[in-house]
């Protein structure tokens, strides 16, 4: 793979040790285990919704005062912005949990997609919007996430994908089939040689 000349991170699991206890959200809420919680709260109606967002705001709000950064974040991030290399974070959280994590960790991205800017993934369109923010060509741009949205998202919108995860999974086909699969962010420092 060439040096990419744009970078887009997922956040919770990705930039984050997973903290999000999606299982313990679901049952607050009261859907179903196993559905995604966004899909699931479509056909709700307005005080459904209302209530199952404010557990989700106490919940992403709670992980980033408790968040750690992942293995290799820090360096990694320090790498790209040295290389003056645009980075974006695409999430399917609220902006204020953006936010949060921004101010607790003092990190700057260029481009933010949160789910109230349009449908969330594994829509592919936040990462074209992020593309279009950063002024980078989708196919020069590298997508990084922990699960498999994030791969079908960013594949969808053309970008090369990297899937962070331990073990890898066994069915990469299932995974949106990424372009690359690492332990860590550290082992992806290897992209930008001196
Ligand atoms: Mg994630």
Redesign the pocket.
């Known amino acids: 793979m060439n040096p990419p000349l744009a970078v887009i991170f997922?956040?919770?699991?990705?930039l984050t040790e997973?903290l999000l206890d999606f299982v313990e959200i679901r049952r607050e809420i009261g859907i179903a285990p196993g559905l995604p919680i966004l899909e699931a709260l479509e056909g709700k109606d307005a005080t459904f919704r209302a209530h199952a967002e404010a557990i989700l705001r106490r919940h992403e709000l709670e992980a980033i005062d408790h968040a750690t950064l992942a293995e290799g974040c820090a360096e990694l991030l320090t790498l790209l912005g040295a290389r003056g290399i645009p980075v974006a974070i695409l999430t399917r959280n609220m902006r204020e949990a953006v936010d949060a994590f921004m101010r607790r960790f003092d990190f700057r991205f260029q481009a933010i997609y949160t789910r109230e800017d349009g449908p969330p993934k594994p829509s592919p369109h936040g990462a074209r919007v992020l593309c279009d923010s950063l002024g980078s060509a989708p196919a020069q741009t590298l997508a990084v996430?922990?699960?498999k949205f994030?791969v079908i998202a960013a594949r969808g919108a053309g970008c090369k994908t990297a899937l962070v995860r331990h073990p890898a999974p066994d069915d990469l086909a299932d995974w949106g089939s990424p372009d690359l699969v690492v332990p860590s962010l550290r082992h992806l420092l290897r992209l930008w040689p001196d």
């Open positions: 997922d956040l919770d699991g990705t997973p996430g922990d699960y994030d």
